[in-house]
């Protein structure tokens, strides 16, 4: 790796951990620093950081000054989405309408300061059954209402300059049986009383169980990495969950979800990431082991060279052609131009996700021309 991407990992261990033991040599060039932590969403950890550094290691004033304002600004947004989350939950309440938040505001908990998490959207799920009566409700006079249901997992809205996704489903596996699965399993943990209960903005929010949770939020990062890029921000998500929560973890019930699901290989790529670099303790992390060291190694390169969703790689700077098909055909080999680069990590799990690409693909382009 180099220097400013072993710099930004201590930062972020210290961030999760406490100061890191190992010193910072040679003394970090800031604006390469800020600039990668900036691409990974993680600013709010470095701003978490940084106090605690020797003096000849911290930034000059200026740049101190620009992390406070940093640090200032993600305040204000948790304080947003807090409302926002607890807003949304009692309106759904008054409808009957059973709600859980994924990821956002409720691993924010998590973190030893929930604070340093920089804010994205709100997920929320509500199910097969009331997802019409939720998309009556919150766009009572929208005439795409329609078109928005036919979303495969969720619809989005803004309100309030918040991003809100309105899950019909949680996730979407490659396969058919496996998927059928899956959408068994989450109905069964997610509207069930066995749900975790939070507070967050002064309301009761539900959150999933842990033993779902532990998995989805794995998946959740396994299939954005896999369709198109992550940060490390999201790994650190799961690091903090599986921290605070590996006691509530059943081993063995895990193994057998995973391996129902096919998602045994990314559990153990994804956990050397959490336990090699990010400082999860290895006890902390169930069924991690050093089998998958290199292809974890892998993953970490990859999200460095694209960033956080694959927005900094260089092919997403390539100029979209204009034109509905010609654009569509861009994008379509620069994403299998990606998934041949990543083939190696995961092989089956790459397929799979190209054959869904093209499959997808092809159904806009149909619908388009129809």
Not at 307 to 318: E, I, L, T, V, W
């Given at each position: 790796m180099k220097n400013s991407q072993e710099i930004l990992l201590k930062l972020i261990r210290t961030a999760l951990w406490g100061p890191d033991r190992q010193a910072l040599q040679p003394p970090p060039q800031w604006d390469k620093v800020l600039l990668l932590a900036g691409q990974q969403t993680v600013l709010g950890l470095v701003a978490e950081a940084v106090p605690s550094l020797p003096e000849q290691f911290r930034p000059d004033p200026q740049t101190m000054n620009r992390l406070r304002g940093v640090a200032t600004n993600i305040c204000r947004s948790h304080s947003l989405l807090n409302r926002k989350v607890a807003d949304l939950k009692t309106y759904l309440d008054s409808h009957d309408i059973h709600s859980v938040l994924f990821k956002g505001q409720g691993v924010a908990l998590n973190y030893p300061n929930p604070l340093s998490r920089q804010c994205g959207d709100i997920d929320m799920y509500v199910g097969e059954k009331n997802f019409e009566k939720a998309l009556r409700i919150l766009l009572p006079d929208s005439k795409d209402r329609a078109s928005r249901y036919k979303h495969l997992k969720h619809f989005?809205?803004?309100?309030?300059?918040?991003?809100?996704?309105?899950?019909?489903?949680?996730?979407?596996?490659?396969?058919?049986?496996?998927?059928?699965?899956?959408?068994?399993?989450?109905?069964?943990?997610?509207?069930?009383?066995?749900?975790?209960?939070?507070?967050?903005?002064?309301?009761?929010?539900?959150?999933?169980?842990?033993?779902?949770?532990?998995?989805?939020?794995?998946?959740?990062?396994?299939?954005?990495?896999?369709?198109?890029?992550?940060?490390?921000?999201?790994?650190?998500?799961?690091?903090?969950?599986?921290?605070?929560?590996?006691?509530?973890?059943?081993?063995?019930?895990?193994?057998?979800?995973?391996?129902?699901?096919?998602?045994?290989?990314?559990?153990?790529?994804?956990?050397?990431?959490?336990?090699?670099?990010?400082?999860?303790?290895?006890?902390?992390?169930?069924?991690?082991?050093?089998?998958?060291?290199?292809?974890?190694?892998?993953?970490?390169?990859?999200?460095?060279?694209?960033?956080?969703?694959?927005?900094?790689?260089?092919?997403?700077?390539?100029?979209?052609?204009?034109?509905?098909?010609?654009?569509?055909?861009?994008?379509?080999?620069?994403?299998?131009?990606?998934?041949?680069?990543?083939?190696?990590?995961?092989?089956?799990?790459?397929?799979?996700?190209?054959?869904?690409?093209?499959?997808?693909?092809?159904?806009?382009?149909?619908?388009?021309?129809?």
């Open positions: 989005n809205v803004e309100q309030d300059g918040v991003h809100l996704e309105i899950h019909r489903i949680a996730e979407i596996l490659p396969g058919l049986r496996k998927d059928r699965l899956f959408q068994k399993w989450t109905v069964q943990h997610l509207e069930s009383d066995q749900v975790d209960k939070v507070e967050i903005g002064g309301t009761s929010v539900n959150l999933p169980p842990h033993q779902f949770n532990c998995l989805y939020i794995m998946n959740h990062a396994w299939h954005h990495f896999i369709s198109g890029g992550i940060g490390l921000r999201q790994l650190c998500d799961w690091t903090m969950f599986l921290h605070r929560h590996h006691a509530d973890i059943d081993p063995a019930v895990l193994e057998h979800d995973l391996k129902t699901f096919g998602l045994t290989r990314a559990w153990k790529i994804l956990a050397g990431v959490a336990v090699e670099y990010l400082g999860l303790p290895a006890d902390e992390c169930p069924l991690y082991s050093a089998e998958f060291s290199s292809k974890s190694r892998q993953v970490l390169e990859v999200i460095w060279s694209e960033g956080n969703f694959g927005f900094h790689s260089k092919d997403r700077k390539k100029r979209r052609p204009d034109g509905h098909f010609a654009g569509k055909l861009h994008s379509f080999i620069m994403g299998s131009r990606r998934k041949v680069r990543i083939f190696t990590i995961s092989p089956s799990d790459v397929f799979l996700s190209w054959i869904y690409y093209f499959i997808r693909g092809m159904a806009n382009v149909f619908v388009r021309v129809k």
